[in-house]
């Protein structure tokens, strides 16, 4: 960077500070934090044509004029220099994953780079962007009918040596919860609402089966 630069670098800085730059966190696990995630892949596209009301939905209504604000702040520094659009468009996304994130409940640590999305939800979006869900119902399909079988297997096995020894029962025992506790977890997921928001831990065995 030339000398030449520095001021300019120095006052997108200062003008991006003015309204917040987003303080560190715990980890954000999920899709919404990552480069190539569709909270930024929306903040992309408002910036270059100018329009802060896509992104919009990404916060709760607590948020919008916070995020109208950095939109605004965002866009007249990004033309200031190739340094300072990088540098306003760097902030603008993590302003809005930030509280995006904020509004879930969810912690927030920054931006994750491009392709750390787990495989499962890059499907989802795949399957978004052909307009079918055929092919994600299959794969999940077939990943969750593999899990059941593996351990019915173990189940039906260790069960026949149940009754030699202590150690053999509590073989089938730990086969038969783990059997029983998945396919409930499983049910559990199919018919309950999903929410995109972290619930609160749940006390041990809590919503499950005991035994």
Do not use: N
């Amino acid at each position: 960077m030339t000398t030449k630069r520095v001021p300019v670098i120095v006052l997108a800085a200062i003008v991006l500070v003015g309204v917040g730059w987003p303080g560190p966190g715990s980890r954000a696990y999920g899709h919404c934090d990552t480069m190539d995630g569709p909270v930024v892949k929306t903040a992309q596209a408002a910036l270059e044509k100018g329009d802060v009301t896509p992104v919009l939905k990404w916060v709760k209504p607590p948020y919008e004029a916070q995020i109208r604000e950095a939109f605004k702040k965002t866009l007249a520094v990004r033309t200031l220099s190739p340094e300072a659009k990088d540098l306003a468009d760097k902030y603008f996304f993590e302003t809005l994953v930030r509280l995006h994130r904020e509004g879930e409940g969810a912690p927030y640590t920054g931006l994750q780079p491009a392709g750390a999305v787990e495989p499962i939800i890059a499907a989802c979006d795949k399957a978004l962007e052909a307009g079918s869900a055929e092919e994600l119902s299959q794969e999940v399909s077939r990943l969750v009918a593999a899990g059941i079988q593996r351990r019915f297997a173990e189940v039906q096995e260790s069960r026949q040596h149940a009754d030699h020894s202590v150690a053999a029962g509590r073989e089938f025992v730990r086969a038969y919860v783990e059997f029983t506790h998945y396919v409930e977890r499983l049910h559990m997921a199919a018919t309950s609402a999903a929410a995109h928001e972290p619930a609160a831990e749940a006390p041990a065995g809590h919503g499950e089966h005991q035994h």
